[in-house]
């Protein structure tokens, strides 16, 4: 198995085999937390517009996302895991959700093109998604970190597509190191300045917490919308 770590739009563009798309802040933290919460599906769109189609289709769909950070205007919630936490099962039970944002969604739908199958990564999913990878023994292994706008890196993506890595019998990991690096750059300290609402302090909690989930995600085609599913 041949394992390569690579990152922003460039790095899912030239994913091969099995992709691994990271995005810790906060999108595929996000997702494994919706599954947690009931939802049956969760559907990735490239642009605000497409989700607020969909909505108006199907009013039952609950719209999550963000374009720079901020809030959509239409949509029912940011791009927040602690935002999600706080509305509680009750919200997501048995619904489908509709993903849209700057990063993460981006660049699975970039791999989606190119890879053999795409996966979800985030801190929170690491060892489940790589346990699922051991089990498909493929030949080749893409992880990409998809970093802030797609443009520039990030450490908290990096040091987790490090760990998976890690997990896949490749690289050192030293948690206290990535912790030092992530926790005192700006991708992290946005959130911890609580001068901005929609980057509330509680999310870095969420998504720095490593295996929490016991399920990996799959991203696939059906018919014309890209989901997201459990295995």
Known sequence: MKVTCTSLLVGARE???????VDVFRAFTCTPMLFSLGIKG?????????????????PN?????????????????????SQILGMGPQFFE???????????????????????EVLLGS?????ATARYIMSRSPQRVSIVAMGVQLIEKAPEDEWCARYIAHLLGIMNYDHNQALR???????????LRGDKT??????????????????????????????????
């Open 181 to 191: 690096q992530i926790l005192f750059q700006e991708t992290t300290q946005k959130f």
């Open 42 to 58: 969760s559907i990735l769109v490239a642009t605000p517009q497409e989700a607020l189609d969909l909505k108006h289709s199907d």
């Open 123 to 127: 801190y929170v999913l690491a060892k």
């Open 15 to 21: 994913a091969r085999g099995i992709a691994v798309t």
């Open 61 to 81: 769909l609950i719209l999550i996302g963000e374009v720079g950070g901020s809030p959509i205007e239409g949509f029912d919630m940011g791009n927040s895991p």
């Open 94 to 116: 048995g619904k489908m959700v509709v993903q849209r944002t700057s990063a993460g969604v981006q660049g699975a739908l970039a791999s989606l093109d190119v890879a053999d």
């Open 198 to 231: 929609h980057f509330p302090p509680e999310d870095p909690i969420l998504c720095l917490q490593r295996d929490i989930y016991d399920f990996s995600l799959r991203v696939t085609r059906e018919q014309e919308l890209v989901v997201v599913r459990k295995i």
